[in-house]
């Protein structure tokens, strides 16, 4: 067994004893948090890695003291210098990863995501997550759970129409161009963008290849309430609750924004690329 299978062992055995002593089932657990039963018991049974912020508000749900809070943090620390990159995370599953966003996301109420390299997750076509997703399996080898995790992102994709929550998404314009899919995919997710800029409690802005833009395109993020970001490397996640962490990113949100096109205009660089598409044709590779 490896060091990093023990540790992940070890952690799952802290949690558990956690809940027993607060006399919580896993069910009872799981309605707490908000998440689906079985994902207590992936954890409890280290055939899933805890992220912090999953240590958090296990801990909070059960009444840990803060010391414990300091400890549990520590082990999910030490798990992740050891071996908790993306290739490693996607071996646990692609539909556990999605079940773990969704966990995150059923907790916030105000959303800003800024992502340069792809369509935002909860705006992704079912056709167009299965070709982020091969690609994903390839690169990372992944568990073969495509079908799995396709069901649990239109299953997150929900939460956009929960009034009670806001969504600002921002993306540049090359990353409504960028051929992850085939044409009459890009096609379709482009159609779906169109819909979704019309929901009244989602702003959907869209940064034009002509805007100055006010700082170098580097990694996408997610801004949860005004709690966390999450930034996502290529082997790494980072899960950042530094408030001045979360000052930057707020910060450069607004700077995107502010050169970013929305509403109608917004839509008209969406059609001006579907437009461009309707121009192309097929290639052998599609």
């Not at 076509?125 to 799995?148: G, H, M, P, Q, W």
């Not at 997710?189 to 819909?195: H, T």
């Not at 839509?267 to 690329?273: C, E, S, T």
Request: charged share 30%; proline share 4%; with cysteine.
């Amino acid at each position: 067994m490896s060091s990093f299978q023990q540790a992940r062992i070890d952690l799952g055995m802290h949690l558990r004893q956690l809940r027993e002593a607060a006399h919580l089932s896993g069910k009872e657990l799981a309605e707490r948090l908000g998440w689906q039963p079985s994902k207590v018991s992936r954890l409890e049974n280290a055939r899933q890695t805890a992220s912090e912020d999953d240590v958090v508000v296990w801990a909070q749900a059960v009444d840990a003291p803060p010391e414990v809070v300091d400890k549990l943090i520590a082990q999910v620390i030490s798990l992740v210098e050891r071996h908790d990159s993306w290739r490693q995370r996607h071996r646990s599953g692609l539909a556990a990863i999605q079940e773990d966003m969704r966990d995150l996301e059923a907790r916030t109420q105000l959303f800003r995501v800024f992502e340069p390299g792809l369509v935002i997750g909860l705006l992704q076509t079912a056709e167009y997550a299965r070709n982020v997703f091969a690609k994903v399996k390839r690169l990372y080898s992944a568990a073969e759970e495509i079908d799995a995790a396709i069901r649990v992102r239109m299953q997150r994709q929900e939460i956009l129409y929960d009034g009670r929550r806001r969504f600002r998404f921002l993306m540049p314009e090359a990353a409504l161009r960028y051929r992850l899919a085939p044409l009459n995919v890009m096609r379709g997710q482009l159609d779906r963008l169109l819909a979704v800029s019309t929901l009244p409690n989602v702003e959907f802005g869209v940064v034009p290849f002509e805007a100055p833009l006010p700082s170098a395109v580097l990694n996408g993020f997610w801004i949860y309430n005004e709690t966390l970001v999450g930034v996502a490397t290529r082997t790494k996640e980072l899960m950042l609750r530094d408030p001045e962490d979360i000052a930057f990113y707020g910060r450069v949100f607004e700077e995107f924004c502010e050169i970013a096109a929305f509403d109608d205009e917004a839509r008209a660089v969406i059609v001006r690329v579907l437009d461009d598409f309707d121009r192309q044709t097929e290639s052998p590779v599609d």
